[in-house]
């Protein structure tokens, strides 16, 4: 599952992939309402589970320049780390707001870490769609074409799904041709691994 603090609590080094870190999501934070002080000095918090299958918990304390992070540290003893906001202009002269890199300062919208917070570059980190080989990326990207249009499962094989009451044509057609594209991406690669899989075992 995705989202904040979720993750392995993996120590820098030990993977390389987004999915096995431990992440703080700006733009969750903000869909939980997780920004916004608390009047009366409370301090709202987030939970997740940890290896060893207990929760951990982890204070948050919003404020105009940044958010201060707030949690327990093997003593018991409370310890806080604080990550600053940076900003970035949208088109239409409006302003977007990231999380500033405790590492390297760079905008980031999600960091990774338990005892230190850093983006993605600093960590090294890469998602693990990016180990996927090309035509696995394809086929991906079909299914999730044909679950927008309304197919279930995992059906790649029959006809492209017909279009939805309330889509727009040039958005269906537009879908459409996307996926005919990826299916022969896919199948090509896929063509590529048998005969890759068929060399091998006459090899033997």
């Known amino acids: 599952m995705g989202g904040i603090g979720s993750g392995r609590s993996h120590h820098l080094g030990a993977a390389d992939k987004c999915e096995q870190w431990r992440s703080i999501?700006?733009?969750h934070l903000k869909r939980m309402g997780l920004l916004k002080p608390i009047a009366g000095g409370r301090i709202k918090a987030i939970v997740w589970k940890n290896d060893q299958g207990r929760f951990d918990k982890l204070g948050i304390i919003p404020s105009p320049g940044g958010i201060r992070f707030v949690k327990r540290d093997d003593e018991g003893k409370l310890a806080g780390m604080f990550v600053a906001y940076t900003h970035t202009a949208t088109m239409f002269s409006g302003i977007r707001k990231w999380f500033a890199c405790p590492g390297c300062g760079r905008p980031a919208r999600v960091l990774y870490g338990i005892n230190s917070l850093r983006c993605r570059r600093c960590r090294g980190l890469?998602?693990?769609s990016q180990s996927e080989a090309s035509h696995r990326r394809a086929q991906s990207k079909s299914l999730s074409i044909r679950r927008r249009?309304?197919?279930s499962g995992s059906n790649l094989n029959g006809p492209f799904p017909p279009k939805p009451p309330k889509m727009r044509w040039a958005t269906y057609k537009r879908l459409r041709a996307l996926d005919a594209a990826l299916q022969d991406q896919w199948l090509l690669g896929a063509?590529?691994?048998?005969?890759?899989?068929?060399?091998r075992v006459k090899r033997r």
């Open 25 to 27: 999501d700006l733009a």
């Open 126 to 128: 890469k998602y693990a």
């Open 149 to 151: 249009v309304g197919t």
């Open 191 to 199: 063509a590529g691994d048998l005969g890759r899989l068929q060399s």
